[in-house]
């Protein structure tokens, strides 16, 4: 499919269902393919991805991915209130990115393309651009700082993992780039390289935990995953927010998307996603799964996060003080990189 047969679809679907919802406010595009073509080819690990803006002041439970007229779309809900200052959303990293160009699938009250107008304008001002290098290191800093190490182990993992993975999301908003989710680090490499700092990038995979591995065991964790997966969403049942990406509809994203990216030489890029939906799969296994299923899965969780060299609560704990302690050396580079980014406008 391509990516204007799916925009259609998904704009079918505003139009017919969340446009009459009470409180709709209007809804845009979002995520990894808003910078392609109509034309372009939609890969089957890619989805295309709405948000709903509600008049409701929290946002409501994501309502995930679904296939309408032959196109996987995921539709994530965001309150007006986080839409409502043009300065807000420009210091966002998540937000910002969205209306960079014009994503707006359709806008009853006039005031996302009022939004995307000013945030267009001013996107690559480097004042707001370093805001939101800065969004995401506090964002890291926030995340590995409140790590539980009581929780349960899958809590624990994506507690570590998430934070961790957001150091290549600084990156890629330095570099005006999209801070796509699961191909974050593919994405980083070639910013890195481009700038030629190769040698950071190979740091951010120590961080992760994954430098040393190789395809072969790489791919050995993904088949683990596909059976880990497979079992999840046989059973899941409980809601969470990521609940619809452990479904047969979203397996090609995690399981081929990530099978792709071992056979183009990327192996160590897709762990990332291996063991964030390791993670994902176990706390639904927890939830609705036997024990027995529970068990069986056990070790083949563990094996993965071994190898990332995670064994121990202390182990933990001193992963995430790896990366708050790189912080200052990201930050520096950061720096440099929005000092030498040709399209970042520094105005005096």
Not at 17 to 24: D, I, M, Q, V
Not at 126 to 145: F, T
Not at 198 to 207: G, P, V
Not at 287 to 313: R, W, Y
């Amino acid at each position: 499919m391509i990516v204007g047969t799916a925009r259609t679809a998904a704009s079918e679907w505003v139009l017919e269902h969340a446009s009459k919802e009470a409180g709709f406010r209007g809804a845009y595009f979002s995520g990894s393919t808003i910078g392609l073509p109509d034309d372009a080819e939609l890969s089957a690990a890619s989805d295309i991805d709405v948000v709903v803006v509600t008049e409701e002041a929290e946002s409501p439970l994501k309502l995930g991915k679904f296939v309408y007229h032959g196109a996987l779309v995921e539709v994530t809900y965001l309150s007006w209130n986080q839409l409502a200052s043009i300065e807000e959303v420009l210091a966002s990293y998540h937000l910002a990115g969205s209306f960079r160009v014009d994503t707006i699938i359709t806008d009853p009250t006039g005031h996302l393309h009022r939004l995307q107008t000013q945030v267009s304008l001013r996107f690559t001002e480097q004042v707001w651009v370093r805001h939101r290098c800065e969004n995401a290191l506090q964002k890291i800093e926030n995340g590995l700082r409140a790590i539980d190490i009581d929780a349960p182990l899958h809590d624990k993992i994506t507690a570590w993992l998430f934070p961790t993975g957001v150091t290549t999301h600084v990156l890629l908003v330095a570099a005006l780039r999209n801070p796509t989710v699961r191909r974050r680090y593919l994405i980083a490499c070639e910013v890195l390289k481009e700038y030629g700092h190769a040698d950071l990038y190979e740091d951010l995979l120590k961080l992760l935990g994954c430098a040393h591995l190789t395809s072969q065991r790489v791919e050995h964790h993904l088949e683990e995953l596909t059976r880990t997966f497979d079992a999840a969403a046989a059973v899941g049942k409980t809601p969470f927010f990521f609940s619809t990406d452990i479904t047969s509809v979203a397996r090609p994203i995690a399981i081929d998307g990530s099978l792709e990216l071992i056979q183009s030489g990327f192996h160590r890029e897709a762990m990332f996603w291996i063991v964030a939906t390791f993670a994902r799969c176990h706390k639904i296994l927890t939830a609705d799964a036997s024990p027995a299923i529970q068990l069986a899965l056990a070790p083949a969780f563990e094996a993965v996060i071994a190898d990332l060299g995670i064994t121990s609560n202390s182990d933990l704990i001193r992963r995430a003080d790896d990366v708050l302690q790189f912080l200052p050396r990201l930050r520096e580079f950061t720096e440099d990189l929005l000092a030498s980014n040709p399209s970042i406008v520094s105005k005096k």
